[in-house]
């Protein structure tokens, strides 16, 4: 008789994408009806037949219509905490190629999300108390890169001495505006001019006087 073996880790694996990709495959859906109706107005079975799934399979996966507000949320500003500081890194050492490097992934990310970011400012009030300081957490924790650059540039003397706490979340502002004014904004700019100019007019303000012609390229 043949004797049972345990699951290979290729099976494991594949069973791991297949569940990522169904999750995916909900939340996706989950931005579509809740973009359209409203998240109170978004009923289980609207959700199942945008997803292609049944019901009961969306509740293999999720407590109920919070959680999926909650995934949803959390999913996008994961997005920004886990891919920033490698776009950073990538970047080099300079603390201004680091920012800027940054900065652009910020936009790029809200761009390939523009539904839930918009989603995230219109249902976020909606969350449970938990769920809104879990909110809370992640996107400070999404500001850290950014902050810790303009720290490291204003410490080499690169940046004026000014509110790194303010200035990093005025930069989140802007790149959150590609998607809130996302009607106004296309019409008129590509996402890489809206980025550059948006990179201009950043720099222009945090750079100390002594080194504006070193970044020169970066501003003009």
Do not use: C
């Not at 694996?13 to 998240?39: K, P």
């Not at 009923?43 to 997803?51: F, R, T």
């Not at 523009?114 to 992640?138: F, N, P």
């Not at 502002?173 to 106004?184: D, E, I, R, T, V």
Request: glycine content about 4%.
């Amino acid at each position: 008789m043949a004797k049972d073996t345990p699951a290979l880790p290729l099976d494991e694996a594949v069973r791991a994408v297949r569940v990522s990709s169904r999750r995916r495959q909900v939340l996706d859906a989950a931005v579509t009806v809740m973009q359209r109706t409203g998240f109170h107005q978004m009923s289980m079975q609207a959700l199942a037949d945008e997803a292609q799934v049944s019901v009961g399979l969306i509740y293999k996966y999720f407590g109920g219509k919070e959680d999926i507000l909650l995934a949803t949320i959390v999913e996008i500003l994961d997005a920004f905490r886990d891919q920033l500081e490698p776009a950073m890194d990538a970047a080099g050492t300079d603390p201004v190629e680091r920012l800027v490097a940054g900065f652009r992934r910020y936009v790029e990310i809200v761009d390939e999300n523009l539904d839930a970011v918009v989603l995230t400012y219109r249902e976020s009030r909606t969350l449970d108390q938990d769920g809104r300081e879990r909110i809370k957490e992640l996107e400070v924790a999404t500001s850290k890169p950014l902050h810790d650059a303009l720290d490291a540039a204003i410490a080499a003397g690169i940046a004026s001495d000014l509110d790194v706490d303010l200035t990093t979340f005025d930069m989140m502002m802007l790149a959150h505006g590609w998607a809130l004014k996302h009607w106004h904004f296309a019409a008129r700019y590509t996402v890489d001019q809206y980025i550059t100019a948006q990179t201009r007019f950043i720099l222009r303000t945090v750079l100390s006087d002594r080194s504006a012609d070193t970044y020169r390229h970066l501003t003009e």
